[in-house]
């Protein structure tokens, strides 16, 4: 069993954090790695000019490099935020692990399986932390919800139903992005969107997927880019459906047309005992039916107690560093980034068929390190 470098591990020693990618997901990584006492910023990867990053706020003028090799050259960052287009998630990722960095990386985990097994190899082999930035994952419902059902409250658990719907691609004045580009982003909502369904269904019910099957289009074709139009070639929208642990059935909607969806993701899910449904526009509140209520009855609003102990989350870099720190690991991990990409490889696979296809790659034991318990460093270190 590896054990973290005294250095870092002190408390001493500032942690030394590079980010890498200056965009929409950078500004978030980077408010919390400077708002973070005892971390000190040591570099910013882009290929683009300053002025063009979508950086604001404190940060920005720390030294700027072109290429991850530049920065790991010059400086020997502790941990890294990968927050670039998918297409460039791996190849980073993996220099960073050889030069001994913990890796926090946005979703999806890669373009496709092969790669993210390459990762979560690289990382066990490096001996240092993977952490997946699956945000949803620190929304109070979502928690609240999990909380329930490991608890008994919903009894055992029989239908799931989750919807992550976003109205962009119809909005007036959007340019073509390389989120409309498969070569860049992999894939379009059903795995940008998608894999945070995915991860919920996973994180919130315990149950890992066994087979899934479903249905793409792409309904917007083309998109301007300056004064080019320029072809869409990723999915628009995707449905589908899994089959999970249990017998479990699982309904899942996402789309990038949604017409009067900002950005709106729920979740319910049904039990022998109770329902339960939360919404993203609604972080601390869920719905839950009443025991032994009639049969026309009606969900009930009720708040998340604010005594409960997992209702305030550290962002992902934070939840790094206080990994690093305390040596427990209490995050999304490069596991369950790999089992997301998992169950996206194989509905891709069964779109193209159109067939049903078997989810082979599991995160482990569900419910134990991989949903976020403490557990020992070690495990993640071995
Ligand atoms: N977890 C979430 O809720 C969430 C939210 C938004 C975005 N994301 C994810 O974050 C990632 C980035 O998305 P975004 O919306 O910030 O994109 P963006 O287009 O706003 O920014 C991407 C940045 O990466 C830079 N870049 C491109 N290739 C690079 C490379 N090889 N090395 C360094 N920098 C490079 C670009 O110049 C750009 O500044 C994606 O994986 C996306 O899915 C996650």
Redesign the pocket.
């Known amino acids: 069993m590896k054990r973290i470098r005294n250095a870092e591990s002190d408390g001493e020693h500032p942690l030394r954090y590079a980010l ?7 500004c978030a990584h980077l408010k919390a790695i400077c708002g973070r006492k005892n971390v000190r910023l040591v570099g910013i ?4 000019p300053a002025s063009a ?2 950086l604001g706020g404190a940060g920005r003028e720390a030294p700027h490099f072109t290429t ?1 090799e530049a920065l790991l050259g010059e400086v020997r960052p502790d941990i890294v935020s990968i ?4 297409r ?1 998630h791996a190849e ?1 990722a993996m220099a960073a692990l050889r030069s001994d960095a913990h890796v926090v990386c ?2 999806p985990m890669a373009m496709n399986l092969q790669e993210a097994r390459q990762m979560e190899q690289a990382r066990a082999a490096a001996g240092r932390l993977g952490l997946m ?1 699956f ?1 949803h994952r620190n929304v109070a419902a979502f928690r609240f919800a999990r909380q329930l059902i490991q608890d008994g409250a919903m009894g055992r658990v029989t239908r799931i139903h989750i919807s992550y719907l976003q109205s962009h691609l119809r909005a007036a004045g959007g340019r073509w ?2 989120r409309n580009d498969a070569a860049t982003a992999g894939y379009g909502a059903m795995g ?1 969107l998608g894999v945070h369904m995915i991860d919920a269904a996973r994180f919130v019910t315990g149950l890992e997927f066994r087979r899934v099957t479903g249905l793409k289009r792409t309904w917007i074709t083309e998109r301007s880019d300056e004064e080019v139009r320029r072809p869409v070639t990723t999915d628009t929208d995707a449905v589908f459906l899994g089959e999970m642990q249990n017998d479990a059935t699982a309904v899942f909607e996402t789309g990038q047309t949604a017409l009067g969806y900002g950005n709106c993701f729920r979740l319910e899910v049904g039990g022998e005992l109770a329902t339960v449904r939360v919404a993203s526009e609604l972080p601390d509140h869920i719905e839950l039916s009443e025991r032994g209520a009639g049969w026309k009855a009606k969900l009930k609003m009720k708040r998340v107690p604010r005594e409960f102990p997992g209702r305030n989350r550290p962002a992902s870099p934070d939840a790094i560093v206080d990994a690093i720190r305390s040596g427990t690991t209490d995050y999304p991990t490069f596991r369950d980034g790999l089992a997301a990409q998992g169950v996206l490889e194989a509905l891709d696979r069964a779109i193209g068929t159109r067939s049903w296809m078997e989810c082979d790659e599991q995160a482990g034991e569900v419910g134990g390190t991989q949903h976020g318990e403490p557990a020992n460093l070690g495990e993640e270190l071995q």
Do not use: M
Request: hydrophobic share 35%; net charge negative; charged share 20%.
């Open positions: 890498i990618g200056a965009g929409i997901a950078g990867v882009d290929p683009a990053w979508k991850i927050c670039t287009p998918t460039d980073l946005e979703k930035n945000s992005t390389w940008d």
